[in-house]
């Protein structure tokens, strides 16, 4: 068992408080990553904001008492941590954003809980349960109401976004239920310092490639605002937060947060850019809300015969 399995029945408002502001950072994540995208390229916003969270993030070990550098037998670790959290899951999610639809980021980023409910089932940490599978078919079968409830020549082009959009999800459940533990072992800030670091080596070479200055001179303060967001509150407040709470409660347990984000980036879009609550977001989120909410269920014991 997990250091986060062991304290889970235990687990304070703090924690609690720490994963609702962590959700709530990440519903806006959605909106401010778009709209640095009117301006900006994916990959040069991808660079520059793994870079200055890297630089952030050695500030913060520079003044948190205790070891700054990893542990020489953790480095592999780190380096795959690395490439999930920025090549893979940063770099997909933006990629995919400018293909698709705040709206649809969030609901796919809800399917978390089931995703780590299946990596944790194929590394035997889970039993399989009735509940977890129902929820799987009702999530799915409200993500294909949300990519075609208008046909499937309207949904081709978000269609090609989202798919990119799903494989960010799926390297942030591999992070997730991995990372756990490492965090359990290290703590929350040297875990995600050590990962974005990674994360930064990773990305640095590409760096005079992608990043054009004068554009970024030239870019508006709405867009400069939105890139300072996503550094400072999403890769730096958002991962400790979401850290935090791994080493307290089970990777499920923080991960079934993530179906509130959709609700947030939704009410956000509808009440600070007017945009609709068309029927397909509506329909399709509900059921992929519900499906998730089912899959965390447990499934009834059945006493064997005779007991």
Do not use: K
């Not at 924690?15 to 962590?22: R, T």
């Not at 090549?87 to 698709?100: C, D, H």
């Not at 310092?193 to 508006?220: E, H, K, Q, T």
């Amino acid at each position: 068992m997990t250091a986060a399995a062991a304290t889970s029945g235990s687990a304070s408002p703090r924690v609690y408080g720490a994963i609702l502001g962590q959700t709530l950072v990440s519903g806006f994540t959605y909106l401010a990553a778009s709209r640095a995208m009117t301006e900006l390229p994916p990959a040069a916003v991808l660079v520059v904001r793994v870079l200055l969270s890297a630089v952030l993030f050695g500030a913060i070990l520079a003044l948190t008492p205790g070891p700054r550098l990893p542990p020489r037998g953790t480095w592999r670790t780190l380096v795959l941590f690395g490439f999930l959290v920025g090549p893979l899951n940063q770099g997909l999610f933006l990629v995919g954003l400018e293909r698709s639809r705040p709206v649809h980021a969030a609901l796919l980023y809800a399917l978390q809980p089931i995703g780590v409910y299946l990596v944790m089932l194929a590394a035997r940490r889970e039993h399989t349960s009735a509940y977890r599978f129902a929820g799987i078919g009702l999530a799915f079968a409200g993500v294909a109401v949300l990519l075609l409830g208008h046909g499937l020549r309207d949904a081709l082009a978000p269609l090609v976004g989202d798919l990119f959009i799903l494989g960010g999800v799926g390297a942030w459940v591999v992070y997730t239920t991995e990372g756990s533990r490492f965090a359990a072992e290290h703590g929350p800030i040297r875990t995600t310092a050590w990962s974005m670091i990674a994360a930064a080596v990773w990305l640095l070479p590409a760096a005079p490639f992608v990043v054009d200055v004068g554009r970024w001179v030239g870019a508006s303060p709405t867009a400069l605002g939105c890139v300072a967001f996503l550094v400072a509150f999403t890769s730096v407040l958002s991962y400790l937060l979401w850290y935090y709470a791994l080493t307290r409660l089970e990777p499920s347990r923080v991960a079934v947060f993530a179906n509130l984000q959709p609700v947030v980036t939704a009410l956000a879009a509808w009440a600070l850019l007017g945009q609709a609550l068309v029927w397909e977001v509506a329909v399709g989120g509900g059921l992929v809300l519900v499906g998730v909410r089912v899959a965390q269920r447990r499934s009834p014991q059945v006493p064997a015969v005779g007991e």
